[in-house]
């Protein structure tokens, strides 16, 4: 007669397919309600608890496989690990995926969110690559390193390069340990994937820096939460934005106005609601742009800069402004101090000779 064990595992095996993918749906569903903001100390708990999940995982298919824990017991353990992995990279993978969109411009950032997303997805199938002890490996120094590029900022309140490095570092140094113990129970495993690893390793780490200093990792944790274009903009006494706007059409959310009515000698706002987590100071810069048709480029104008702080979960908000903006296409790209694209903001400024219909905004 079958026990209740094996019939589990033929239902699994018989039903894998629809039961892994949908787990993988389940979660990114859940993932996207309950992580809503990147400072808080919930959504690290959960992320947190993940790597750990994957990495016992990975410890305890480990020690089996070697006959270092053999009994019926540990058999059953055994079968659900690599579920056990396979659910903690999907859930880490799709908080990524989650974080690192919000505060991407796909602009410049679409190839390390398209590695995240492949990541993700992929995760369905891998299933077979998560026997190979060097595949686990490099999986989870990815996840643990895309976590810690945005945890290390939101503990130490900055965000530079100093923090990326002293990321990229904690995670190679965590890696070492991690493997070093291994190696004290599995020294035969170890020194067969030793090559292999360091190798894996040592191109995942290259990678990703690559990725941050050419500017393709988004500039987590902060995200551009709103950004537009206006004839004016005041700050008030109770600490809101008023700006006036062109009176908004009925058709305006099917093709947006992006066309901005300029009076001889009148300035443009731009406005820019930027998110930084609780703690953390930083400079943000609105980088004004025209297009020049005859270079086919975009021709820097100028580049105005100002201080944001965390916390507020609308944002930082701010704003700055360009006089005697000439007609043609414009563009304001809301960057880093290091030139991280946040957001951007197209218009196109035509001179008119009097006044459009106007009304006032609250931002």
């Given at each position: ?14 039903n ?47 020690f ?53 997303v ?18 686990r490996?490099s ?10 590029i ?109 066309t901005i ?22 400079e ?80």
């Amino acid at each position: 007669m079958k026990s209740l064990f094996q019939k589990y595992k033929e239902f699994f095996k018989r039903n894998e397919r629809y039961i892994s993918g949908g787990a993988l749906l389940f979660g990114f569903v859940i993932d996207n309600f309950t992580l809503t903001r990147i400072d808080l100390q919930f959504d690290n708990i959960v992320l947190f608890t993940y790597l750990i999940i994957a990495l016992l995982a990975i410890v305890f298919i480990n020690f089996y496989e070697e006959g270092i824990l053999k009994n019926a017991f540990f058999e059953r353990v055994r079968f659900i690990s690599p579920l056990a992995m396979q659910f903690a990279f999907g859930g880490l993978f799709s908080g990524f995926v989650i974080f690192y969109t919000r505060s991407a411009s796909l602009i410049t950032s679409w190839p390390f969110i398209l590695m995240l997303v492949i990541l993700l997805i992929g995760n369905e199938f891998f299933k077979k690559k998560y026997t190979r002890f060097t595949f686990r490996m490099s999986i989870f120094f990815v996840a643990l390193f895309s976590f810690l590029i945005f945890y290390v900022p939101v503990v130490t309140g900055s965000i530079n390069a100093g923090m990326f490095v002293l990321s990229g570092v904690i995670s190679l140094a965590l890696m070492i340990l991690i493997v070093r113990f291994l190696k004290f129970f599995i020294p035969t495993r170890i020194k067969k994937s030793k090559n292999a690893l360091t190798w894996s390793i040592t191109g995942i780490f290259i990678l990703i820096n690559v990725f941050y200093f050419t500017n393709i990792i988004p500039p987590i944790p902060l995200s551009l939460k709103e950004a537009s274009a206006h004839y004016f903009i005041e700050r008030t006494a109770d600490n809101n934005y008023l700006a006036i706007s062109e009176v908004e059409k009925w058709y305006d959310f099917l093709i947006p106005n992006n066309t901005i009515y300029v009076l001889s000698g009148e300035p443009v706002y731009v406005f820019s609601s930027v998110f930084a987590p609780t703690k953390l100071n930083t400079e943000i810069y609105h980088k004004w742009q025209y297009y020049d048709a005859n270079a086919d480029e975009w021709i820097e104008s100028n580049r105005v800069g100002f201080n944001i702080s965390g916390g507020r979960d609308g944002g930082y908000r701010g704003y700055t402004l360009k006089s005697n903006v000439p007609e043609g296409q414009w563009r304001v790209d809301v960057v880093t101090k290091r030139n991280q694209l946040l957001g951007r903001v197209k218009f196109e400024a035509v001179e008119v000779d009097r006044e459009v219909d106007l009304e006032i905004q609250t931002l």
